[in-house]
């Protein structure tokens, strides 16, 4: 997979990365044993009924009911996640994974299902809501070299959301190592928080730093009413908060709002 090439799979300018947030899985604190895996499944299927429409470009399979978050998934998180996705992965556009916060869980699912990419923090050292987190960009594309995943884009958040980097690097710095040191198939740029906007001058300053070809995408934070701003500077933008009932992350997905987003994103198209 080269730099370039994870934009070409993709026939609209501005991309659009709808989240496909799955419920709690199995073994988590707020999974429902009641419903089960069954459950949680219906209920992804009901949200890709409203997000796989024209205008969203590609979808992203995430474990975002999983509170409190990982940084080194079980087998059993793994195994769920592979089912659901092999069970509801389209297959009239691309779509990809992501497994919070363990990044060779996510690049395992996203080979096993045939996605195209995969999202994670790779690179840097931070404190977090998880504790210490030191991500490993190295032994995550020595993995994918192993498994022969090479068709699975790996694209790096480098502004994590619930922590904070330890050391003095600039967002625009940490973005320009990620790709000349780390490899990175396309860059991210996150908020504090799941659903929260960073600084758009944050966003400029990366994609100075990476330059033209290098795939820049806001990962949180895109609503109807600021997307295009943040167009201005991104490639691309991956969302899910604003697509959901009330703009709540763990909220059900709202065919008004992803209507509204669509077409804001059409405009600048």
């Known amino acids: 997979m080269t730099n370039t090439s994870f934009l070409s799979q993709f ?8 989240m496909a947030h799955v419920p709690p899985l199995p073994g988590t604190p ?23 429409v024209p205008g969203i470009d590609a979808v992203m399979f995430c474990n975002e009911g999983d509170r409190p978050y990982v940084l080194s998934a079980g087998p059993e998180g793994v195994a769920a996640m592979t089912r659901v996705v092999s069970e ?34 790779t690179t840097g050292v931070y404190e977090s809501d998880m504790g210490l987190w030191a991500p490993d960009a190295a032994a995550l594309l020595r993995e994918r070299r192993r498994l022969g995943a090479e068709g699975v884009a790996i694209l790096m958040n480098v502004t994590p959301e619930f922590a904070s980097p330890i050391g003095r690097r600039t967002v625009a710095q940490a973005a320009r190592s990620a ?17 929260a906007e960073p600084d758009p001058e944050t966003l400029e300053a990366a994609r100075d730093a990476i330059g033209p070809h290098i ?13 295009q701003q943040f167009l201005a500077h991104a490639d691309g933008v991956i969302v899910g908060s604003d697509l959901k009932v009330d703009g709540g992350t763990w909220n059900p997905v709202d065919p008004a709002r992803v209507r509204r987003f669509v077409q804001a994103v059409q405009e600048t198209r």
């Open 11 to 18: 026939d609209s300018p501005h991309p659009v990365i709808a």
């Open 30 to 52: 707020l999974h429902d044993d009641r419903k089960g895996m069954r459950g949680l499944i219906e209920a992804v299927r009901r949200d890709l009924e409203s997000l796989l």
């Open 88 to 121: 509801l992965a389209p297959s009239d556009r691309p779509f990809g994974v992501d497994y919070l916060w363990d990044p060779r869980a996510a690049l395992a699912v996203a080979h096993a299902t045939g996605a195209s990419f995969m999202r994670e923090v």
């Open 179 to 195: 790709v000349v040191s780390s490899l990175a198939d396309g860059v991210l740029i996150s908020g504090p928080m799941a659903g």
């Open 215 to 227: 795939p820049l995408f806001l990962n949180t934070g895109a609503k109807s009413e600021n997307v």
